[in-house]
C-alpha cells in the first residue's frame, strides 16, 4: 500500500513512451480521504494529466481538496491553458507535486501559491528517474535516445560471414518488442536493412509500432526491402544523396548536408519525436555510442562465444581514446531474460 | 514495465478500500498501440471504472479499441445501467479481463460476445488475490474483516496491571494508520475505550476516518470516552441492553438480542460496511478469531517478553480444541517494522 504521491507516479510510468516530446504525468486528486479523480497525460497535444483528474471529479466537487501530480503544474499557455490555473479556479486547496520543472521559466508552483493554494513540492526518486531525461532532452532539443544492442559475450552482433540469427533467445525479442513499444521511432543503418531485413514492428497485442528511421549516407536504397511493403509505420530515410526520391507514400526522404548524428536527432526532435530507439548494426549503432547524445544502452548478451576477426564487433571507432578519457555508463539494472543477460546502462 | 492488463489491477488496487461493499475495479483503453482512456471505481454507487475510462477516451472515440479492466464488466441494473451494454453501444472491439464475477447470475461476458465484441478471460493471480475476499465476503453478506493484534512476542496485548502503552514502536502506529485508512469501520470492545481511551483515527495526510463501532453487552458506557467528544467519524455502538441510549448527534445505538459477531457483522454488511477492522483488547480479538468469519490477521510482534499469568494474552477461549481442530492460517507475507515483525496472515 503506497501513499497518493507514489499512486500519481505510477500513473505517470503507465503512459510514459506515448506522450511524444511531453513528459508523462499522472495526478491523483483527494478529498476527505478519498480519491476521487486519477488522470494521466495522455497525448502530446491533448489533457493535461490535472485536467483529466479535475474532469474524472467533476469540476464542481473538488473544492477544498488535494491535488497529488507527479510534476509541477504548468503555468503557461501551450497547447493548452495552464493546469495552475484551472487548479485555482476549480477551488482546489492544496497541491502536492513531486518534481519541478526546470525547463519552464514562469512556474505553476508561484503562480498558485500567490491565489491561495497551498503548495508543496516534495521530491521523489521515482519521479528524477522519469524526468530527468525529459528535461536534458528539452533543453538539448534532442530526443531521448535508446541504443540496443544484442550481442554474443565476446561483444559481437555477427560472425564474420555475417550471420546473426539468432545470436540472442527468442525471449529476448519479446523484451525488445516491449523496447519499441515505448519508443516514438527507431533508428536503423541501411546495411542492417540490407542484412537483416527486418520489419521493425512491435508484435505484441495492442503495440504501438513506432515509426522507422533509415540511415543511408550514399542513399543507395534496396527497396525490395520487407519495411517498404507494410504500411504498419511511416518511414523516414536520412541522407546526403540530393537526388535521392520515392514515389511510396509512407516514406519521406530527408536530405541533410551532412548525415551526422547530431543533425538527425535535432531534425527528428523537430518533427516531434520525443523518444527514439537506435537498434543496427556495429556503424551506426558506434556513432550513437560515441556521440555522447544517448540516454540508455541497453545491452543484451548471450552467453556464446563468435570469435573471427571481430567484423562485426558492436563497437568500433577510427579514434583510439586514452583509457581516462573513455565513454562510461552506470549500470542501472542487470537481468536475466532466460539464458541471456541484460544490462541497462545510463550514461554517466 | 507491464502489460496493460497489469495496469488496470494497479488501478484497481489504488482504490482498494473506498468502494465499501463494490469491489475496487480499473479499466484501461487502448487503441493504435497508445492509452487513451483510464478510469476506476472510486466510490459505491458511482461511475464504474469501464464508464470512467470511455469518459476519458471520449465514447466518439473508443470504437474499434480493447479495453483491459481487471473484474468483468457487469450486465445487469444496479445503482448504474451495465457496463456490458455501454462497452457494445460506444463499438469498443475486444474486451480483456482478469477476474470472472462469481457473484452476479448474468455474465457480461456472454452479453458482449453475443454483441460481436471478441471477450477473453485472462486468469490473473493479483486479481484474484484482490477479488476472492470481496466474492466470499458478498455471498455470505458479511463484510472482509481484519483482526490487527499488537502484542509482545509472548503473545500479550498488556501486562497483568493492564499496562499497554508502548509495547509496539512508533512505526508500527504508522501503518496501523495505513491499515485504518483501508477500511470502512474500526470494531473495538467497551474494555478497550476504558483502559486505553483511543481516538481511533487515521493521523496521515488526507487520511480517511473509518466509523466507530463499539460492542457492549451490557451497555455500561464511558461517556467521557475521548472518541465520543470528536466527530471526525460516525460511531455505532452495539449493545444487548434495551434501555441505552444517547444524546449525541454523531452516535447511533444498535439494540441486538444477542451481540454476537455473525450478528454484528451482517449487520454491518446490510449498512454498507465492506472492509472493517477490528482493534480490540483479548475479549473480543478471541471472538472474532474463533468465529471463523475473518479474512486477514495482522500481527504486530515486538521481542519483548511480558509475562505475568498473561490475563491480556491475545488469544482466549473457554472451548479447549484438540491440537488437530485448531483455526490455521496461511503467512502471506513477513516483514521488519524498525524493531517489531508484522506478519500478515490469511484465514485457511
Not at 217 to 241: C, M, V
Request: charged letters at 20%; proline letters at 5%.
Amino acid at each position: 500500500m503506497t501513499n497518493y504521491l507514489d499512486k500519481a507516479i505510477t500513473l505517470a510510468e503507465m503512459v510514459e513512451g506515448q506522450t511524444s516530446c511531453n513528459p508523462p504525468v499522472g495526478a491523483i486528486i483527494v478529498k476527505d480521504g478519498r480519491i476521487i479523480g486519477m488522470g494521466a497525460h495522455l497525448k502530446q497535444g491533448e489533457r493535461h494529466a490535472e485536467i483529466q483528474a479535475i474532469d474524472m471529479a467533476g469540476a464542481e466537487h473538488v473544492e477544498g481538496s488535494t491535488m497529488y501530480v507527479s510534476l509541477e503544474p504548468c503555468s503557461h499557455f501551450g497547447k493548452t491553458p495552464p493546469c495552475a490555473k484551472r487548479i485555482i479556479e476549480t477551488g482546489i486547496a492544496r497541491v502536492i507535486y513531486a518534481a519541478r520543472d526546470v525547463t519552464l521559466p514562469a512556474t505553476g508552483h508561484r503562480m498558485m501559491e500567490e491565489a491561495g493554494v497551498k503548495v508543496d513540492y516534495r521530491p521523489h526518486p521515482r519521479s528524477e528517474r522519469l524526468y530527468q531525461p525529459f528535461f536534458e532532452s528539452k533543453k538539448s532539443e534532442t530526443p531521448i535516445v535508446t541504443v540496443k544492442v544484442s550481442a554474443s559475450i565476446d561483444g559481437k552482433q555477427a560472425t564474420d560471414h555475417n550471420e546473426s540469427q539468432w545470436i540472442t533467445n527468442p525471449d529476448v525479442k519479446t523484451d525488445v518488442f516491449q523496447l519499441r513499444h515505448h519508443h516514438d521511432a527507431i533508428i536503423t543503418g541501411s546495411g542492417t536493412l540490407h542484412s537483416d531485413n527486418p520489419s521493425l514492428t512491435v508484435r505484441r497485442e495492442n503495440g504501438h509500432h513506432p515509426t522507422r528511421v533509415i540511415l543511408s549516407r550514399s542513399g543507395k536504397i534496396q527497396w525490395d526491402a520487407q519495411l517498404f511493403h507494410d504500411h504498419q509505420a511511416p518511414i523516414f530515410i536520412y541522407t546526403e544523396n540530393a537526388q535521392l526520391q520515392t514515389s511510396l507514400s509512407h516514406v519521406e526522404i530527408v536530405y541533410l548536408e551532412r548525415c551526422e548524428v547530431s543533425a538527425i536527432l535535432k531534425d527528428l526532435y523537430q518533427k516531434g519525436f520525443g523518444r527514439v530507439l537506435v537498434e543496427a548494426g556495429p556503424n551506426v549503432t558506434s556513432q550513437f555510442l560515441s556521440s555522447n547524445m544517448i540516454t540508455h544502452f541497453i545491452l543484451y548478451l548471450a552467453p556464446k562465444l563468435i570469435g573471427g576477426q571481430g567484423l562485426n564487433q558492436f563497437y568500433q571507432t577510427d579514434e583510439i581514446k586514452k583509457l581516462n578519457h573513455l565513454h562510461q555508463f552506470e549500470i542501472v539494472e542487470t537481468s536475466l531474460i532466460d539464458t541471456n543477460v541484460k544490462i541497462h546502462m545510463k550514461r554517466k
